[in-house]
């Protein structure tokens, strides 16, 4: 099937992936009374009164808001807002169906941090949680933190940790297969944007301690980090051994490739220096950092893409709805480092002991269960860390 062809098409036809449907019928003058004027003076006045009865009396309590300035889509680039649209309904028709969560695509005219930010939050009031999507390094990371300052609900950018939490669940799974623990494997990772920062950060956080990062000019050390606080940070958190050099060098011994950067950027030889049977996660799309049959070539045991026709596909679908879903279902105001981590390991848990026999560490997309146990996983770790603002809810049909 020629995909952009038929996309294309079916775009056209659909004229929009999404549409309002209205809850309540409207076949007689009462119907009208109750859901619009006079009737409906009454859940305002009680909103007024507690705000917090938003959640209660009005849809935000499932609604989502999926925003972008169009600075980062897909491979695209900087294609601007409109032009993000049709994945920004996309991510919405991904809510929806893999997590029953309404979502709104948003796209703003700015690239002003600031003015981003004004925006979004002046519109909190009317979502249940934001999810940031396709905006570029380093503002993300600029803008997901002045958000979480400026609102009281759930700030999440996917493409930092959707793909971060996916990554994690992988390497518990590669480390059931090989026996080892985070602190006794060397990682590499090749990229040091919004996906390489978070996968980095998360994975220190669950005790992963030797991690080497490479951006575009090479290996992130204490000296070519200086004056760029981002990188700075990472260079503190991470290469332990201070090391300079390319891509070749932070590889070399390495146990574990982490690829979120450019297409055929890992070399056979590469591999080669790697520790014996290495674990190469090549994620750039659509083409890896290296083939999957040039890795097994050099003697990769494991291998990860982000590719739907290859195994082990690193999908954000398998982490934001049912995170969201859980922060939703709990009233939370954070998505924190517990709840992430819990997600990862209810992702971890769907890969059966016949599927890793067989090197396979990450789910399909397609597996009933991932949305409802990452969702009650990521509430029971709101609770647990006190980020659950709700005083009962509901997970599972069982009430706490």
Request: glycine share 8%.
């Amino acid at each position: 099937m020629d995909y952009r062809k038929t996309a294309m098409e079916k775009h056209a036809q659909w004229r929009g992936k999404i549409e309002v449907v209205s809850i309540p019928k409207l076949e007689t003058a009462e119907d009208l009374a109750i859901a619009y004027t006079p009737g409906v003076a009454e859940p305002c006045i009680a909103i007024k009164k507690d705000p917090d009865l938003s959640y209660k009396l009005t849809r935000r309590w499932n609604t989502v808001a999926v925003i972008t300035d169009g600075s980062a889509v897909l491979g695209l680039g900087d294609i601007g807002p409109e032009a993000g649209m049709p994945v920004m309904e996309g991510k919405c028709v991904l809510f929806k169906e893999f997590g029953g969560i309404d979502a709104i695509p948003l796209c703003v005219r700015s690239k002003d941090p600031d003015e981003f930010v004004k925006a979004i939050s002046l519109i909190a009031g009317s979502f249940g949680a934001i999810n940031l999507e396709d905006i570029s390094a380093p503002r993300c990371f600029e803008i997901e933190e002045k958000l979480k300052k400026a609102t009281d609900i759930p700030i999440f950018h996917d493409d930092q940790h959707g793909t971060a939490v996916v990554v994690l669940s992988g390497m518990k799974n590669v480390l059931k297969i090989k026996n080892k623990k985070p602190n006794e494997v060397k990682i590499a990772i090749s990229g040091a944007g919004a996906a390489g920062t978070a996968t980095a950060k998360l994975l220190i956080h669950a005790g992963f301690k030797n991690i080497t990062i490479c951006n575009i000019d090479g290996i992130i050390n204490k000296q070519n980090s200086v004056g760029n606080p981002y990188l700075a940070e990472l260079a503190a958190a991470t290469n332990p051994q201070n090391k300079a050099g390319k891509l070749e060098d932070a590889v070399k011994g390495a146990d574990i490739f982490i690829g979120v950067s450019a297409p055929n950027i890992l070399t056979e030889e590469m591999i080669k220096t790697m520790n014996s049977e290495p674990v190469i996660f090549a994620m750039a799309n659509p083409i890896p950092e290296v083939m999957p049959e040039t890795a097994k070539n050099a003697g990769a045991s494991i291998i990860a893409t982000g590719r739907s026709d290859y195994p082990n596909q690193i999908n954000n679908v398998l982490a934001f709805p049912g995170i969201l879903r859980g922060a939703l279902d709990v009233r939370a105001n954070d998505i924190n480092i517990e709840m992430k981590i819990a997600a990862a390991n209810a992702i971890a848990g769907l890969v059966t002991e016949d599927d890793l026999k067989n090197g396979i560490i990450i789910p399909s997309p397609f597996n009933k269960n991932i949305s409802s146990d990452v969702a009650k996983a990521v509430a029971s770790a709101a609770v647990k860390s006190g980020a659950a603002k709700a005083k009962e809810y509901i997970i599972n049909n069982i009430l706490w």
